[in-house]
């Protein structure tokens, strides 16, 4: 097997190369250096802005027969496709969960092994998905990058943001399995089972 010289200092993880080493670093530091001319959007690797740049220039020439809805791909068709199928190809060896995507899946499994690869740089927290850590390396910065269509009030989480939007779409899915009253938050249902006891 060949000698793979270049290595993370935080995974320790081997590479051939000190590039491929570089581009593998962006997992654990979060960066983004790869950015879309059109839209902003950053990406760790040139490989995946390449990809999502057809985003902007390709047709989107495949139907969902369900819904309607377009994609540029076959292979994007059949992934949205199992929204609708509930087709969940990809299994946990461990418990038996099912996943629509290979991402979802790999994700889940780090809850099994407890890795988590993507660190802040700030305060060296460190998280299971990407995304965790883009929303939580707002705290640092103080950003509010999710903002709310309707009002424009921003937020720091897309979760936050879920709950708010309910005030504007009158959605109240947490309801009183006792009176059928609904609230926006679990918080706030809870809080409300105390009048029954």
């Known amino acids: ?22 581009i593998h670093r ?3 530091t979060g960066e983004k250096p790869f950015s879309c001319s059109v839209c902003g959007k950053g990406f760790s690797r040139s490989s995946s802005l390449w990809s999502h740049q ?3 220039t390709e ?28 087709g969940r190809p990809f299994t946990c060896f461990v418990c038996g969960k099912g ?11 780090r809850m099994h092994t407890k890795e988590n690869p993507f660190s802040c740089i700030s305060c060296g927290k460190s998280f299971r998905q990407s995304i965790d850590l883009n929303e939580h390396q707002s705290t640092h910065t103080g950003e509010k990058p999710f903002s709310c ?6 937020f720091r989480w897309s979760s936050q943001l879920l709950t708010h939007q309910r ?9 009183c399995s006792l009176c059928g009253t609904g609230f926006t938050q679990s918080q706030h249902l809870l809080r409300h089972e105390r009048v029954h006891k």
């Open 99 to 109: 996943f629509t995507q290979v991402f979802a899946l790999q994700s889940h499994h």
């Open 54 to 56: 057809r985003v902007h």
């Open 26 to 28: 962006c997992i654990h």
């Open 149 to 154: 269509s309707m009002c424009g009030k921003g």
């Open 1 to 22: 097997m060949m000698e793979k010289p270049w290595k993370c200092e935080d995974c320790g993880k081997g590479f051939n190369s000190s590039s491929r080493l570089e």
């Open 59 to 86: 047709k989107k020439l495949f139907s969902c027969t369900t819904c309607g809805e377009k994609f540029k791909s076959s292979s994007i068709l059949t992934e949205h496709q199992r929204i609708h199928t509930g």
């Open 167 to 175: 005030v504007h779409n009158g959605d109240r899915p947490f309801t």
